[in-house]
């Protein structure tokens, strides 16, 4: 069945460093949506990504869509301690857009 | 008031009794969902649904059951608890009026579940 896979799954950084995690789907996807989790939260939805080739900018996060729509990035400049928690990527399951396949996530934390 | 509401926060219970947690939510989204998230596996969805006719399986849906008593409140059962279902559960909303892409989801505070 379609996987959503997620690396790395822990990333430690010291605050100003940068950051990136990466979320490859085994199949080709309509489009990919970001979720933060911050520690003892629940998810929140950042962005939605559509376009093949397609960036998106939120302040300090860049969020990419690869060209062939498999897999996706997600890149944040210059971390501060807000971004600590837990980066999710999501795909809609077998493209039908009713349910999301998530991706098991990748643990940022960062030292002041 | 959180849009998205989910009880217990929190339940410690033994094997093998049966026990409920109860989302409800005030957005007046006709789309809701049940997950459960583990370490390092992400969420898994565990049944949806889109009204209050409509039910279906998730990827890991043996062992649970779910009721939607009405288009706010859509809850979550096991019948029979296990060792192996302790785990932290979320429920989810989405809105489907939209252009078809996938829906951004709404997520309640979550419900850890420990099951001795």
């Known amino acids: 069945g379609q996987q959503v896979m997620q690396i790395p799954q822990y990333q430690h950084v010291q605050e100003g460093e940068d950051f990136t995690t990466y979320c490859n789907s085994s199949?080709?996807?309509?489009?990919i949506q970001w979720y933060k989790q911050r520690p003892g939260g629940h998810p929140v939805f950042l962005i939605q990504?559509?376009?093949?080739?397609e960036v998106k900018k939120q302040k300090r996060l860049t969020f990419q869509f690869g060209e062939a729509k498999k897999n996706s990035s997600l890149h944040i400049t210059a971390t501060q301690t807000t971004d600590v928690g837990t980066y999710f990527c999501?795909?809609?399951?077998?493209?039908?857009?009713?349910?999301?396949?998530f991706g098991g996530g990748t643990r940022l934390m960062v030292k002041p | 008031d959180a849009d998205v509401t989910q009880t217990p926060r929190n339940r410690i219970t033994k094997t093998g009794k049966r026990i409920m947690l109860e989302c409800s939510q005030t957005?007046?989204?006709?789309?809701m969902y049940w997950y459960r998230q583990d370490p390092g596996l992400g969420l898994r969805l565990i049944y949806y649904?889109?009204?209050?006719?409509?039910?279906n399986k998730g990827e890991i849906s043996d062992g649970y059951s779910v009721s939607r008593q009405a288009q706010a409140k859509f809850s979550l059962s096991l019948e029979s608890a296990i060792p192996n279902q302790t785990a932290l559960y979320f429920c989810?909303?989405?809105?489907?009026?939209?252009?078809?892409?996938?829906?951004?989801?709404?997520f309640g505070p979550g419900t850890r579940l420990t099951v001795t």
């Open positions: 989810a909303t989405s809105d489907p009026h939209g252009s078809g892409s996938s829906y951004e989801q709404y």
């Open positions: 199949t080709t996807l309509s489009n």
């Open positions: 990504l559509v376009k093949s080739g």
């Open positions: 999501a795909g809609p399951h077998n493209n039908a857009g009713n349910m999301l396949t």
């Open positions: 957005k007046g989204h006709d789309r």
């Open positions: 649904s889109f009204d209050v006719k409509d039910i």
